[in-house]
């Protein structure tokens, strides 16, 4: 009998970042993180998930912490293990494009402060929005993934992704990651997606999935058969619904085949059993709602991410008009397509989203149109695979003429300006990168932090050896 050749599957563990974000609005604390590290540090992961995305402004906006303190924390903690970070090129973690010296100087920080895994994507897959964090990422010595965005329409042919995939290969990454933010990768789909890629490029292949349309652990399964290197996943409790397959059943399946991942499931179960409570709890307060625990195959109906469902919901109770769940749903993809077809991720989900609902809700078609729709047909946010609709782009914007250019060819280097604006809260450099980001939230943060800083002043200097409360 021949014998078997090893080709373990390495797994990233995503409960400290998609898992949370996903199912509970990002707002597991640095403080719920840190006591599980140790066992997570020991189960051999290729790389832990913990950082960027929502993390960064959740923790200044709702949780009152220091996002960069964070991940400190982290990297002290986890010393045999990757991190990673998932970053939006050219909008950083933010929702609109950056001046090219922020993105240098975020990577830069990111990486000093612990990460070694960037994983950069562009919600319209222009490469040259991912050129500048690339370039940045590179020098920093840093792992670049480069994430394409998973989405599915005419322009999205095979020949397409593997176009694509050449092309990032060439730009100096490291990995290739599909992003599938909605769960729209079918398992058979998977099979041919992967075989292509793997065929076009010699980059090693992450496959990123949501649990939403119910799909995900068979894509993952034809994925592995395929080819692919990687998969996320989350430890059980925050698994499933809108995050990722769970960590436990993906290392179970593969248990004794060639793709053995030789994960030890009593340390999985450990671990589990310390974030189960924090799911139990979540439930109580309604932090976690079941509904997102489901299938909702209206995903692949709609193409929507889970995400963007919520919000939709929440924005319709706000106008009072949940009547028009539907008539939004199948508003969606016209935009989409009166917007070149982008694949829906953040931010341009959101501005989709936003604009269906307008358009529902006035009566009539682009009647209001949001500035970042304005700004999308205005072409800066970059250039999608198809071209806009020209009647709808005439209403939105009028004779304005739209850029042809790379958007952030057109924004003038701001981080000198920035240090200025917050002379009198800077306490670290990064503080001038979460102001860049968002400068209210982190303005209203400093105040918090200066206000706590004053008050352990007075009352507990001398038994305090925290700089401020975390
Ligand atoms: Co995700």
């Keep these: 009998m021949a014998e078997q050749v090893k080709k373990p599957l390495k797994i990233t563990e995503t409960v400290l970042r998609d898992a949370h974000q996903s199912l509970i609005a990002t707002r597991m604390s640095t403080e719920q993180m840190l006591p599980i590290v140790d066992k997570m540090d020991k189960v051999g992961y290729y790389a832990v998930e913990c950082w960027g995305g929502a993390t960064f402004d959740a923790s200044l906006r709702f949780l009152k912490e220091d996002p960069w303190e964070r991940l400190r924390k982290l990297r002290d903690g986890f010393k045999n293990t990757k991190l990673q970070m998932l970053f939006r090129g050219q909008n950083i973690l933010g929702y609109n494009h950056y001046a090219d010296d922020v993105v240098e100087y975020f990577v830069q920080k990111s990486i000093a402060n612990g990460i070694d895994i960037i994983r950069i994507f562009d919600c319209f897959n222009d490469l040259r929005n991912l050129h500048t964090a690339v370039k940045a990422a590179n020098k920093e010595k840093g792992h670049v993934q480069i994430a394409l965005s998973y989405t599915l329409g005419d322009a999205y042919t095979l020949e397409y992704w593997t176009d694509m995939a050449k092309k990032i290969e060439e730009m100096g990454a490291d990995s290739l990651c599909i992003k599938d933010m909605a769960g729209l990768l079918v398992p058979y789909e998977a099979t041919k997606l992967v075989k292509a890629l793997k065929a076009g490029t010699k980059l090693p292949i992450e496959m990123h999935t949501h649990y939403t349309s119910g799909v995900a652990s068979m894509t993952y399964l034809k994925s592995v058969e395929a080819g692919a290197d990687i998969i996320d996943t989350a430890m059980s409790p925050f698994a499933m619904g809108t995050s990722q397959p769970a960590t436990e059943v993906m290392v179970e399946t593969f248990r004794g085949t060639e793709y053995d991942t030789g994960l030890d499931q009593n340390l999985l179960a450990e671990i589990a059993d310390y974030f189960r409570p924090m799911q139990e709890d979540a439930l109580k307060t309604g932090l976690l709602n079941p509904k997102v625990m489901g299938v909702n195959i209206k995903t692949l109906l709609y193409q929507v991410p889970g995400g963007m469902l919520s919000n939709l919901v929440s924005q319709l109770k706000e106008a009072n008009a949940e009547d028009k769940y539907y008539q939004v749903l199948e508003e969606i993809p016209r935009v989409r397509k009166d917007f070149g077809e982008p694949p829906l991720v953040t931010p341009s989900s959101q501005i989709v989203?936003?604009?269906?609902?307008?358009?529902?809700?006035?009566?009539?078609?682009?009647?209001?149109?949001?500035?970042?729709?304005?700004?999308?047909?205005?072409?800066?946010?970059?250039?999608?695979?198809?071209?806009f609709n020209k009647e709808v782009q005439k209403k939105c914007i009028g004779d304005a003429k739209p850029i042809t250019c790379r958007p952030a060819d057109l924004i003038k280097p701001q981080l000198e300006e920035y240090e200025k604006e917050i002379a009198?809260?800077?306490?670290?450099?990064?503080?001038?990168?979460?102001?860049?980001?968002?400068?209210q939230v982190a303005t209203e943060f400093f105040k918090y932090r200066q206000a706590q800083q004053e008050k352990v002043d007075v009352t507990a200097a001398d038994t305090s050896n925290k700089a401020y409360p975390v």
Excluded: H
């Excluded at 604009?355 to 970059?382: C, D, H, I, P, W």
């Excluded at 990064?430 to 968002?438: G, K, M, R, V």
């Design 353 to 387: 989203g936003t604009q269906a609902v307008l358009n529902v809700l006035q009566g009539e078609r682009y009647k209001m149109v949001t500035k970042e729709s304005k700004k999308v047909l205005s072409g800066e946010f970059g250039e999608t695979v198809k071209p």
């Design 424 to 439: 009198q809260w800077k306490q670290q450099d990064e503080d001038i990168l979460s102001y860049a980001l968002f400068p």
